[in-house]
């Protein structure tokens, strides 16, 4: 069954450091999203891309964050300058055209130090 | 701003039990709903969804059940396994937005 894939699984940065968090959607899939969970709170919305660009965002998603299609395969977000409060599980989601169920991947956890 | 949140925190059942979540949505214009199963140290996994236009969906052991009149939202799980033990999500989405809005979820426990 094809799955929504995310690398690291674990990253650890330091403060003021650039991150990159890579994912590879559904094959077929059109939209992508980024999500994040902060420990022990409810999973927040952060951007989602269509067509090479993104069609929304988040108050969350500020200047520090951007997301880039590469390739014909991977999804990546990426963070320009971390802060600590950036410490979170970092969900990509991905779903077809016409089709509204997002499937997930299993989360990279970004810890900033 | 309106969310979407949940009755209870914790809900603990016996094996063989039927368990039901349960979720209260307050944008009343949000016509998607979907519920996710959480796992330690997982992504959210796609249990079942369910449009406005309906009222009841069924999938294999759960069901959702969807109250407009009152804007809530249950999954029912039919005799509950250990391995159904996780934390639950319930999420909303409005019209041609994209973006997904969860609740802040449900642990389920399930006893021997």
């Known amino acids: 069954e094809p799955e929504v894939t995310q690398t690291p699984s674990h990253q650890v940065t330091q403060m003021g450091q650039e991150v990159i968090l890579r994912c590879v959607p559904i094959s077929n899939h059109l939209y992508f999203y980024w999500y994040r969970q902060i420990l022990g709170q409810k999973v927040e919305f952060l951007v989602s891309?269509?067509?090479?660009?993104?069609?929304?965002k988040s108050e969350i998603f500020d200047d520090q964050f951007s997301v880039e299609r590469p390739d014909g395969s991977n999804f990546t977000l990426k963070i320009r300058s971390t802060k600590l409060e950036d410490s979170a599980m970092y969900f990509c989601a991905s779903s077809g055209q016409g089709i509204d169920t997002q499937y997930f991947g299993p989360g990279t956890r970004l810890t900033v130090l | 701003g309106e969310s979407v949140g949940l009755h209870l925190p914790t809900l603990s059942v016996q094996e063989g039990d039927n368990s039901i979540i349960n979720c209260a949505y307050s944008?009343?214009?949000?016509?998607?709903f979907i519920w996710y199963k959480q796992e330690s140290g997982k992504g959210p996994q796609f249990i079942i969804d369910?449009?406005?236009?309906?009222d009841k969906r069924q999938g294999q052991r759960v069901t959702v059940l969807l109250n407009k009149t009152v804007k809530h939202l249950s999954l029912q799980i039919a005799a509950t396994q250990p391995g159904d033990s996780a934390v639950y999500f319930c999420a909303e989405k409005t019209g041609s937005a994209r973006q997904l809005t969860f609740g802040s979820g449900t642990q389920l426990t399930v006893l021997p």
């Open positions: 891309f269509y067509n090479n660009e993104i069609s929304e």
């Open positions: 944008n009343s214009a949000s016509d998607y």
């Open positions: 369910i449009r406005s236009n309906m």
